[in-house]
T-cell receptor, first 113, second 114 residues
Framework: DGGITQSPKYLFRKEGQNVTLSCEQN?????MYWYRQDPGQGLRLIYY???????QKGDIAEGYSVSREKKESFPLTVTSAQKNPTAFYLC????????????FGEGSWLTVV | AQSVTQLDSQVPVFEEAPVELRCNYS??????LFWYVQYPNQGLQLLLK??????LVKGINGFEAEFNKSQTSFHLRKPSVHISDTAEYFC????????????FGQGTRLTINP
C-alpha cells in the first residue's frame, strides 16, 4: 500500500543525546515536511524539502537537522541543542498531481527522560 | 505570511445534533484551504479542501465547509454528528505556489456526548 511510514512510534531519549526519527514515503512525492505538535496546540513547521539534496528551515528549525539524500526518505534528527524536544512529530508529503494535498504519517512520540 | 484562527478550542455537542467549527484566516495572497481531523495518537487525515471553484466543499464522513472570501472564513459543518466524530479538527491554509507549506490553526476539540 502507498503511504508515509514513520518510525519509531514511541522513543525515549536521555538529555544530551541526539535522536533520529525516520520518515519514508512510497508515493513518489517530491516535497516532504516535518511538523512538531505539542499537546493542545497546532502544528508548527520544522523543516521542508522540495527536491532531493535540498531543504529549507521552517518556523522552528533550531535544534533540529534533516537530510534528503533520496526522494523517498526525509529523516529528522533532534539534537541536544533542542531545549524542549518532548513532542509529537509528524512527517508529511505533498501530492501535486492529486489536488495539491499534503498527506501525513502516523507520527512519532519523543519523550526526553 | 498567512495565519489561521480557530475560534473555539473545545466544542461539546450531543449526538445527532448539528455542529459548526469556525475558522478564519489571514493572507495577503490567494490560498488553498483545508480541514484535517486527528484521532488520538494518530496522524492527520484530510477531511476536505478548497482549491478553487464552488465555495461549498463536501468532504468525507458527511462534513462540508463553505469558503467565504469577503469574511476570510472557512467554517466546517456537519448536520448530524456521531460519537465517532469525537476528535481534534485542524483548519489550515497554504499558498498556491512554491513549497505550499501548511499553516495550521490551534485546533478544535470536538466532543460528542450521548
Amino acid at each position: 500500500d502507498g503511504g508515509i511510514t514513520q518510525s519509531p512510534k514511541y522513543l525515549f531519549r536521555k538529555e544530551g543525546q541526539n535522536v533520529t526519527l525516520s520518515c519514508e514515503q512510497n508515493l513518489n512525492h517530491d516535497a516532504m515536511y516535518w511538523y512538531r505538535q505539542d499537546p493542545g496546540q497546532g502544528l508548527r513547521l520544522i523543516y521542508y524539502s522540495q527536491i532531493v539534496n535540498d531543504f529549507q528551515k521552517g518556523d522552528i528549525a533550531e535544534g533540529y537537522s534533516v537530510s534528503r539524500e533520496k526522494k523517498e526518505s526525509f529523516p529528522l534528527t533532534v539534537t541536544s541543542a533542542q531545549k524542549n524536544p518532548t513532542a509529537f512529530y509528524l512527517c508529511a508529503s505533498l501530492g501535486r498531481l492529486i489536488g495539491n494535498t499534503i498527506y501525513f504519517g502516523e507520527g512519532s512520540w519523543l519523550t526526553v527522560v | 505570511a498567512q495565519s489561521v484562527t480557530q475560534l473555539d478550542s473545545q466544542v461539546p455537542v450531543f449526538e445527532e445534533a448539528p455542529v459548526e467549527l469556525r475558522c478564519n484566516y489571514s493572507s495577503s495572497v490567494s490560498v488553498y484551504l483545508f480541514w484535517y481531523v486527528q484521532y488520538p495518537n494518530q496522524g492527520l487525515q484530510l477531511l476536505l479542501k478548497y482549491l478553487s471553484g464552488s465555495t461549498l466543499v463536501k468532504g468525507i464522513n458527511g462534513f462540508e465547509a463553505e469558503f467565504n472570501k469577503s469574511q476570510t472564513s472557512f467554517h466546517l459543518r456537519k448536520p448530524s454528528v456521531h460519537i465517532s466524530d469525537t476528535a481534534e479538527y485542524f483548519c489550515a491554509v497554504s499558498d498556491l505556489q512554491g513549497a505550499q507549506k501548511l499553516v495550521f490553526g490551534q485546533g478544535t476539540r470536538l466532543t460528542i456526548n450521548p
